[in-house]
């Protein structure tokens, strides 16, 4: 697994670091001291634990590039952290990490200069998400340290990777002036999640897919995880995609917003979401009830507008 993921990311401009594992215990000051794993007989000051995090040595990493002129870097890299939970009791995680840093493409008369943001990052960890097998990922915000913005990947409850923006604090100690995104993935969290069934092949649907327009008039503090894990709790196999594509928001509608969304439900059977049978539409709809707003919200369904009842 870990070469097809490798694969997918050299193809797409990535280069692979490999990092020592011994570092500086002063990039680590936020966490208690007893927690790191400190070397017996260090060679020198800057070279005394082992890392409790990936993200200071890939810096490192970054910042050597820098200094040398090479400004637009995709690094990748698979390492451990350590950690120790008491005295003699320690535990070691494999992950993997994203550094993205630069402009998206060469300079080139042929397009504007564009730098890496959250959304190229967020590409790419959708894509290896998507090549592991893992199903429906949920992505929320949630306070990480070094990361502002900073967003948590959770999938079967479990959270298996966060991704955000470096803090300009910790790129200031690395001396590094240009914004670095970056994700870390809990690889063995991963790996226990994968599917244990080969995927290689699957019939072809008999039916066509069918696809759901919704149109929620919702406050405008909820957030579209909110609608997500809520279309995400129906209790189906069919419900294989959802999709942000629009939104409206008018000072005339204050405090409220209009989402549209897409449902994509594969063609497996005759009658996947026809009216009145119980299918994923209707369960769908019903779903949008009291997890996001606390009442039954206003839904237009195609050309029509509906009120979801009790």
């Known amino acids: 697994m870990k070469e097809r993921i490798a694969d997918y990311l050299a193809g797409n401009g990535f280069s692979e670091i490999f990092t020592n594992s011994i570092t500086n215990s002063q990039y680590y000051n936020h ?7 400190k070397m017996l007989n260090s060679l020198s000051a800057d070279l005394n634990v082992l890392r409790p ?14 200094n040398r002129r090479n400004d637009d870097l995709l690094f990748f890299e698979f390492g451990k ?3 120790q939970e008491a005295v003699g009791q320690y535990t070691e995680k494999a992950h ?8 998206k493409l060469p300079e080139n008369w042929m397009h504007k200069e564009q730098p890496v943001d959250f959304y190229d990052l967020k590409g790419y960890v959708g894509n290896i998400l998507q090549l592991l097998g893992l199903q429906a990922p949920q992505m929320a915000v949630a306070p990480v340290h070094g990361l502002q913005p900073a967003f948590e990947i959770t999938s079967g409850g479990k959270t298996i990777a966060v991704a955000g923006s470096v803090t300009p604090a910790q790129l200031k100690a690395f001396d590094i002036k240009q914004p670095v995104w970056y994700a870390d993935f809990n690889w063995d969290v991963i790996l226990a999640l994968l599917p244990t069934k080969d995927a290689f092949y699957e019939e072809i649907p ?12 919702l406050d405008k503090n909820v957030p579209f995880a909110a609608v997500e894990t809520a279309a995400r709790s ?3 196999n069919l419900l294989q995609q959802i ?9 005339n509608w204050e405090p409220a917003k209009v989402l549209r969304r897409k449902l994509h439900l594969p063609g497996q059977t005759e009658n996947a979401d026809r009216p009145g049978n119980g299918r994923p539409g209707q369960q769908t709809r019903k779903s949008f009830r009291n997890p996001v707003t606390g009442g039954d919200p206003q839904i237009k369904h195609g050309d029509r507008t509906v009120h979801t009842k009790h």
């Open 81 to 83: 952290t350590y950690r």
């Open 243 to 251: 999709n942000l594509f629009d939104v409206f928001e008018s000072e």
């Open 31 to 37: 966490l208690d001291a007893d927690t790191l794993v």
């Open 234 to 236: 129906v209790k189906t």
């Open 96 to 103: 993997l990490s994203l550094y993205l840093t630069g402009r």
């Open 53 to 66: 995090s990936m993200l200071e040595t890939g810096l490192e990493r970054i910042a050597y590039n820098l």
């Open 206 to 217: 008999k039916f066509p897919a069918v696809r759901r327009d919704l149109a929620l008039v």
